[in-house]
């Protein structure tokens, strides 16, 4: 019998809670049923490390975990400083993944995420084929023209929306070479989950609408739009806003501050609720009516709505982005541009209309089995995988 096909997976991820990192985690497993998975997270977050050992993927340890996994100071005179701070460990990071890749032979290796086609791109040998995982860009300027050049290089790319697929074109890659695969949700783990144990969740009346924001506390996820279109809802003391979420390692404390801040301005302290970080958002979705993602400048996908979609809720999303792919205007939830006047209108519509909500809930439930499913990604990446082993380059 042949030896399985070793595809190398390589990453670099400062959290194990984002939407890539699950999105990764979902996937990688089914994959590993017909080929030899090795993952790679090139700085060595533990967390997430343990995530994909949890779910049987192999995972390659190449070196210890950096004190500090972030670059930081984005926008600021010393940002050139802090990138010079991590020479000494890309140098140490490219010289353990040559060795490694060099004793053996991966039949292909699998980008997930820029960055790291910038940093480790230039140590694979020649004739091993690269398959790139596009997980979104703000716009097509994000793809540096250095970037064109080491992604025509590669066999494939896996876009995660057509909005992402278009901007790669527009950047000037070849289109032979696009594959549009959806994210997919684990529906039956996130409907298991949902009725779990986790912690204390905050008081409700059986009469209360509950509202859900859950991402990391940083600007472009927009908690902030939540907060002001939930201070306008002419029925707000009939509602509650639960925001689950921490804010970043990499500095985003003074934005998480201005939340708390404002939420007291506006005298809603009883009705607006900081989480912090859950493990448990499947349950927190299941407790709430309405999921909420106002991101006010790119969304590539948003997995929290698909989540969302699982458990029968209504969503409403931001016109940035891929969310339109996601949410079906008017059928599974809304789509609204990201400004608190938008959202406050379509949360109140759905507030006043339960059978509404009921039917973009089923609606949304009906449209993840279909389009969004996990059996469905992991063949389309198979097949897509099996192809670039195989096919000749483009170039």
Known sequence: MAEPRTVLVLDMARTCYGGVEQVMANVLPLLARHSRVVFCDLVSNPAYAQLLRDKGVEVLHLLPEPRRNFVGGAGTVLRPLLIAAKLPWLLRSRMRLRSWIREHSPDLVYFNRLPVVRAFAGVIPEGIPCLYHAHGYSSSHDIRPG??????????IVAVSELTRSQLLEAGLNPDMLHVVYNAVDVERIRAAAAGPGPMLPPRRPETTVFLHCGAMVCNKAQDIAIEAFALLPRRRDAQLWL??????GGHAAYFKSLHERV?????????????WRDDVPRLMA???????PSRYFESFGMVLAEGMCLARPCIGTARGGVPEVITDGVTGLIREPLAGPFAEAMQQLMDDPTLCRQMGEAGYQKVRSVFSLDRQAELLRQIICNAMTAPSLI
């Open 287 to 293: 407790a709430t009516d309405i999921v909420l993602l």
């Open 244 to 249: 689950c979420g921490g804010h970043d390692r």
């Open 147 to 156: 970037d064109l050049r080491r992604l025509r290089k590669f066999k494939s």
């Open 264 to 276: 007291a301005e506006l005298g809603l302290g009883d009705q607006v609720h900081f989480l912090g």
